[in-house]
DNA sequence: TCTTAACCGAGACGGTACGTCAAGTCTTCCT
DNA sequence: AGGAAGACTTGACGTACCGTCTCGGTTAAGA
């Protein structure tokens, strides 16, 4: 699911990909045929190897195609056929390793579900590599507008869209207004979060989590008196 | 105040600088006998200038020392002398578009002071270069803590300064709890921008401004029913 | 007679190719069986026009395996089971156009056939893109053993081959002496013209051919007094 | 005197190098200053000597600029800053080696000093690397119009205006006509040497120095009956 | 008719070298 | 001593080809 290739920003191999994937129906379908000699699944697994190792290492500036390469015993142009740039690399490298720690709790209340979620995004981020490549990721996205959007698309849409479901829950419950902006709610709540990430002027506490949930259910269940 | 040489991060050219501000002599005055052929204040802003130029055209990542030094007319060397890294330049090339763009509000009301200086924020990022500087300092903040340290300093503290006072004038009018934690405050009001403006994901408008303002405001004014 | 694999320097495909043309009989003979698919004539002659094509835009140099194939519509191993290096294929490609341009001429003196034989060569060197190949070729060889091996063998002597016949015939009538050494006459005339057709230093005109060709009979008519 | 640089073929620093050898005069003329820091001689020397050795090993082909870079400890800016080809590096490599092997004899009679030079030749292209490392320019300037340029003007014409005082001196003494084509006899003489050199089909033997030599020197001197 | 062997085009593979760019430092002459 | 210039070493960039190796698919001859 989170194969290589995935994340290309140029146009060149998709057919292969979906090829790989979809592949040789024996409906009419379009799949357009495989030629030539298919790519090799254990550079697949060597690069996203070297690449975990370098991005834990050094951050994504200080990791160079060059160096996940010799690492992955691969030449330089097998990665260049698979990632349009060192963005994109570590992008998917990271999407393996971040994905499956964000998990939809369902603890009955609003409260509950956004405290144990912003709690293990927290955790993810403070006790795990993926807080730096986040950090470094979302700073590579500041001049590239590819790995932007497509940082936009493999990762915060998946997540905002699991989010929104606990909000859809909790106004299915009656706990909060149903014309509440739920986008604005999940910009407070990460928002505030990513801001300590990213600029380290405060600590990510089990308080600050406790803290932020607090001030945005109340400010959602009772609208402030004009 | 703004001048350059107060970016500096690496060790080099502290001396300067410091010679600068405290004594040496042995007499009792001030002047610490500053030899040699003063610093060319003419070199300062021509450099100031190429960098906001390339700052605006290309961006922290796409700028180089390189150029910034053809195009000001100036050795590499004598950029390096005041700045250590180009982090550091750009930061303080920003400073001096940005500060002065966010002004304390006082309207009477928190509600007024939060919308006013987010609006400011906002606008200052959306209207200027400075919301792509502001993103691209932050990127390269995540691999570089000596730009990371300046910027919390420079650009993040001295605007938090001036928030707090809003909130403590809104304690002191009783329109919030003592107790309540300013730093939470600030972090859910410039978080959320601060998301928006990162990741792209959605406009900041003044629909948002005012839906993010009233949130806060409501979510510590009353707060929620355990 | 030019037919591909015909340059071989490698010791693999030999067999193949022998078998493809002589061979299959059902005498008792060696014929060790082509089995499989024979190869594609049409390839063959595929590969040589595009081979040509680029030996006479960009010479051996500048020209790549790779582009003779993508022109040839040909996978590269196709190439490579025919001819073991660029400088085998170019040379190939070389002789189908170069080697019939090369006549045996008999005007009945010495002097008429060497300036028919030099003007022949100079022909086919300055009118056609035999030249450029041909020095580009030699260039080649002189880092390619096998390349200058096979050149020796399928350029170099059948030409002197024919041109010792033209001496022997002069030594027959009797025009000089039965003692002259024909390797060193042969390595006047064509060593003289392909000096200027290398270097380019200065042009190879008819004068130059008369020139060269009176010097060479002179000298050999007639020896020097100690 | 050869010092590197002279060899460039693009254009850039070609001031640097006039003003090595112009320079400085006390008089107002051209010198156009040779501002920033000066090109390191070390630098030169470390390049020349690692070239030779590569040159001596692999031949022109065999050499990479990377490998040279290397071992001079050197970037390979450096290098490209100097010399605009590997041709053109390889080409002033050479020259500090071959040139002061070909002196300018004066045995008394024209077959003397064209023996005595020519044997002088064989003698530098077979018993040192120049050999190989000649034939390796020659071919390497087949494809390079630069390189074949510089070659005739560095290496070709130099050798020739040697060569021409001992014809003119010749026909001073009277052994020759006064209306001899000095050039078709310095390309029947070194023609065929080098004919022998770059194909190796036969060898460089003093005796062939003295057959070539005899029939030259006879065919000028008794013009052939027609 | 069915193997089977060698071919076919396509294209990925691990590599090497290319020539360029920018980094931050150093060295010269000039002011 | 600062300044402009431009050299220095380092190291990564992204590209082009190298010669080899799979793929899925022909195309014969021999069983």
Chains 1, 2, 3, 4 share one sequence.
Do not use: C, N
Not at 137 to 159: F, N, S, W
Not at 186 to 210: I, M, N, S, Y
């Amino acid at each position: 699911m989170a194969g290589p290739g995935t994340t290309e920003t140029g146009a060149a191999a998709r057919e292969t990909g979906a090829a790989g994937r979809g592949a040789a129906g024996a409906s009419g379908a379009g799949s357009p045929a495989p030629r030539g000699r298919p790519r090799s699944e254990q550079a697949d697994r060597a690069i996203m190897a070297a690449t975990l190792e370098l991005l834990a290492e050094r951050g994504v500036a200080g990791m160079s195609i060059e160096e996940v390469a010799s690492r992955a015993g691969v030449g330089k142009a097998t990665i260049y056929r698979r990632w349009s740039s060192k963005g994109a690399l570590a992008l998917d490298a990271f999407l393996g390793e971040f994905k499956q720690q964000q998990p939809l709790p369902d603890t009955g209340t609003l409260r509950g579900d956004l405290r144990a979620e912003l709690r293990a995004w927290v955790r993810a981020v403070t006790r795990t590599p993926a807080g730096r490549m986040l950090g470094d990721l979302i700073g590579a996205a500041q001049h590239d507008k590819d790995l932007a959007a497509t940082y936009r698309e493999r990762v915060l849409e998946p997540l905002r869209q699991q989010h929104r479901i606990m909000l859809d829950r909790a106004i299915a419950r009656g706990e909060i207004p149903a014309g509440t902006d739920r986008e604005v709610v999940l910009d407070l709540l990460f928002g505030a979060a990513q801001h300590r990430l990213l600029l380290g002027h405060l600590p990510l506490t089990d308080r600050f989590v406790r803290d932020v949930v607090e001030v945005i259910v109340a400010g959602i269940q009772s609208p402030a008196p004009s």
